[in-house]
């Protein structure tokens, strides 16, 4: 049962005002998504970010989540958009119960008692929880997350508005309709900028902010060594590249199959998703998979400036500035490929991965260059023996826990519940034959994204951490000299990783 002691003083009370005036003052990027200002005389609420004359303070009320100002009585701006702020996430229980509900964890029919269960609660252990910490209930961080998604769907994309209301998780037209009506004070057909849709066009296209700095190419180089052939690719010139990959998803008991495209907006700190209209029931869990691939959420400036009392990590941020944690659209794919990479160097890895696919991935059905193939199923690869894994190039103990972690996977190993520890997940992870440590923190670092997971039996890492008179650290005096670096030494993995200039031997 997580630990459910609260302070005297509830989080979603704390906000200093002089201190977020003077943010919203200076326009600071770097608090985008942290707090939410309302403006009484206008009763609208907007991001620090937004290019709008400042109010004056007495006129300024601030919110710790867009949920909260709502509850309030703000509507959200047309000019900032508040559903593109980038999200404050907090690491405890209720920052990743809330980040469940925003990928629409109450949509659906779901109800407030199924995912208390889910996450190891009473309903009224979640509803206080979620009280204290945002101020408001989970219903109503359901009903803002839904609002927020509609708007933005209904900004960005040509979608009818019947699909965009159960896009963003309505039950019914009519309740959207109702709803946004009695919140915003106008009908969703209002924000359409254009009722008619370009000649063609059979694409969505949505953008994600984040806050900068985005070091995009070398989450790029990170990602392009280590592509799955036939499933993603990084293509593209220098200043114009982009990631693509395949995607297959089932929802209702149809089998959504497509890819998605998503390319960098230097100027205006988003990121762009292409992929087909077909996938409009799905956008809400798309969005979150993408906000997790490329960690969009991550704070540079905050994280960036605990770990920088590291010579080695403070020299590598100023080379890459907004070096984020590299995630994975599938957390199966990437603990399969965590396996691969056992031991042997990252070319060799890929290699095997793309055979893999090639073997028993399922050809999709509409191909780009050089996507062909959706990632084998769990089911699918349980199918197959040991010797028949092995005929890739494995040896048959490789071959052996790549079907382990497969089983591992089918039986919902992957799946843990909002707030477990590191530890605990790493515990888990190891009682897979063949899953070491070093396995391990890998598949929690960057499939279930734990920013504190740190693979310390890496060869390379012990080597970028060495001062120039060490040559190398052990496993146990580099943990010493990172441990500093909590709860951020995933990030402080990828800064050393990205010192040694991708030099080879770690996946």
């Not at 924000?191 to 995009?216: D, Q, V």
């Not at 089998?255 to 762009?272: F, N, P």
Request: aromatic letters at 8%; charged letters at 20%; hydrophobic letters at 40%.
């Amino acid at each position: 049962m997580p630990n459910l002691s609260l302070p005297v003083t509830s989080p979603a009370k704390r906000l200093d005002h002089d201190r977020c005036y003077r943010a919203l003052c200076a326009k600071d990027n770097r608090f985008d998504g942290d707090f939410f200002v309302g403006v009484k005389t206008t009763g609208i609420y907007c991001r620090p970010v937004c290019r709008v004359k400042t109010p004056r303070s007495s006129s300024c009320t601030f919110f710790p989540n867009a949920s909260a100002a709502e509850a309030a009585g703000f509507r959200p701006c047309l000019r900032c958009r508040p559903e593109l702020a980038p999200y404050a996430i907090q690491q405890n229980l209720a920052g990743a119960i809330w980040q469940r509900i925003s990928a629409g964890a109450l949509n659906g029919g779901a109800t407030m008692q199924h995912l208390a269960q889910q996450v190891g609660l009473s309903a009224r252990q979640l509803q206080r929880l979620m009280q204290f910490h945002f101020g408001v209930s989970p219903i109503e961080l359901a009903q803002t997350a839904r609002l927020l998604f509609a708007k933005k769907l209904l900004q960005e994309t040509h979608l009818p508005m019947t699909e965009v209301a159960y896009a963003a998780g309505f039950g019914s037209v009519r309740r959207f309709n109702a709803l946004f009506l009695s919140q915003y004070g106008m009908a969703p057909g209002m924000l359409r900028r254009s009722t008619t849709p370009p000649a063609g066009s059979n694409l969505i296209t949505l953008r994600l902010a984040y806050r900068p700095p985005f070091a995009w190419d070398a989450m790029l180089d990170y990602l392009s060594s280590r592509t799955i052939a036939g499933v993603e690719a990084v293509e593209g010139r220098s200043g114009h590249r982009f990631y693509v990959r395949s995607v297959r998803i089932l929802h209702d008991q149809a089998d959504l199959q497509g890819w998605l495209r998503i390319r960098h907006l230097d100027a205006e700190q988003q990121l762009e998703v292409q992929l087909s209209n077909q996938f409009s029931p799905v956008l809400m869990t798309i969005v979150d998979k993408v906000r997790q691939q490329f960690d969009l959420d991550a704070n540079p400036g905050m994280i960036e400036a605990h770990l920088a009392h590291l010579p080695v990590l403070k020299k590598q941020i100023k080379r890459t500035p907004g070096l984020r944690v590299p995630g994975t659209f599938e957390p199966f794919e990437l603990a399969l490929r965590a396996v691969l990479g056992q031991q042997i160097s990252v070319a060799a890895a890929t290699t095997l991965a793309a055979r893999l696919v090639q073997h028993y991935g399922t050809p999709l059905p509409d191909p780009l260059t050089g996507i062909t193939h959706h990632f084998p199923t769990p089911a699918v690869l349980l199918q197959a023996s040991v010797d028949d894994i092995a005929r890739i190039g494995l040896p048959p103990a490789r071959a052996a826990t790549l079907l382990a972690v497969t089983q591992f996977a089918a039986d919902g190993g992957l799946d843990f519940a909002p707030g477990t520890p590191l530890d605990q997940a790493v515990s888990r992870l190891k009682t897979v034959r063949g899953v070491g440590e070093w396995t391990a923190h890998y598949i929690a670092l960057r499939a279930l994204r734990f920013p504190d997971a740190f693979p310390g039996g890496d060869l390379g890492l012990q080597k970028a951490a060495a001062k120039p008179s060490e040559g190398r650290l052990s496993e146990a005096q580099l943990l010493t000299r990172i441990a500093p670096c909590s709860p951020w030494r995933g990030y402080a993995a990828l800064l050393l990783w990205q010192s040694l200039h991708r030099e080879s031997g770690s996946t």
